[in-house]
């Protein structure tokens, strides 16, 4: 094949993301030292926009047809499977120890008015007044975990099951756009994708790009804490079979400012659930806070915000993270976790217990400041 030249992903394709001001979306141009890459535009629902799918092939030098093709996807690039109906959602059995979902407050029930959203091995109940998650539940299998690409430019969709009955309740690209705050996943892009195929793993990513599990949030908090908490968990924690449960969260209260029309979340919260031990394995927890409320503060300029640093803790960093116990997460939240925040079950609760320190002082306090997420107590 000399007249040919090998179109390699990794080396000739180089892919320049550039925002279009005209146009809601994001383009990706692609070519090749040698020549041109051919490009295919597919169209998907959600988020207004052309996407990319790129063949990567055999091209002769005088711009023929390929002769022979393979598709290069990134996942966060899968079109959406509209078919809701073959989503089972969070699995409440899935550690061999029952982990039900979180339960509402009575004051809770009352604004639930929507049902809980079935996806790939996670499961979302919206929030109708604040247009955000009450609560996510994912299953996480570490030990099958599927990466099958590189991850590329978001793309981020709507919920439109039920002729659109969840639309009016998701924030979109309408407040993110100029707005300074990212789009966060509250489930992890890659906690969902896995499965016994690839077809299963993409569908979970491609799920965790609806907005309905999207969530307003600082930069910083978004890359640099709330991603690694998990990886935390599973590489520390002895998790068997590397499975865990994690629920996700905004902490809402009636001090977060209004943006853009929306009420800012000023923290957000994670609950993690596994089991260590054979034989008769025994479940685990363990629960954590990371705030942003300075950071929003000096974002959008809000006089008067109460900083939760006064609550949680002395420590005025723009970003900061907390470990706390089960039961006092429940009560900020106003959700319950059951089993989770049994003493014998919070990894952060039996320490403060069994705490050596004189009763006038607390050797371990109700909120432990974090400097980052491996300062985790798993064990």
Known sequence: MTNENRVDKTVLIEAAVRQNSGFNGVWLAASSSAQPVKTLWHSVTGFGCPVPTFEEGWLNNSGGAPMATKKIVPLSWVALDPDY???????PDFLGIKVPVPKLSKELKRKAT??????????????PDRRLAFWTAVNIDGANEKRLANRAADAWWTDDRDK??????QVTNTFY?????ERGHLVRRLDPAWGADDDEAARGEADSFHFSNCSPQIPALNKQWWGKIEKHVLDTANANDQQICVFSGCLFTDADPTYKKLKIPLAFWKVV??????????LKSLAFFVKQDEAV???IKAKGVQPLAVELGTVPEAIQGYQTTVAELAAQTG????DLAKEDVDVYAGKRANRLAPLAFNAIDVYRRLRRPSDLFTE
């Open 177 to 181: 756009r100029t707005s300074g705050f």
């Open 85 to 91: 109906a073959n989503r089972a959602g969070y699995d």
């Open 164 to 169: 659109g009955a969840f639309k009016p309740y």
């Open 114 to 127: 929507l049902g809980v959203l079935a996806y790939e091995h996670f499961s979302v109940l919206l929030n």
């Open 335 to 338: 959700l319950s976790f059951g």
């Open 297 to 299: 503060a000096k974002l």
């Open 273 to 282: 659930a596994w089991t260590v031990g054979t034989g008769n394995p025994k």
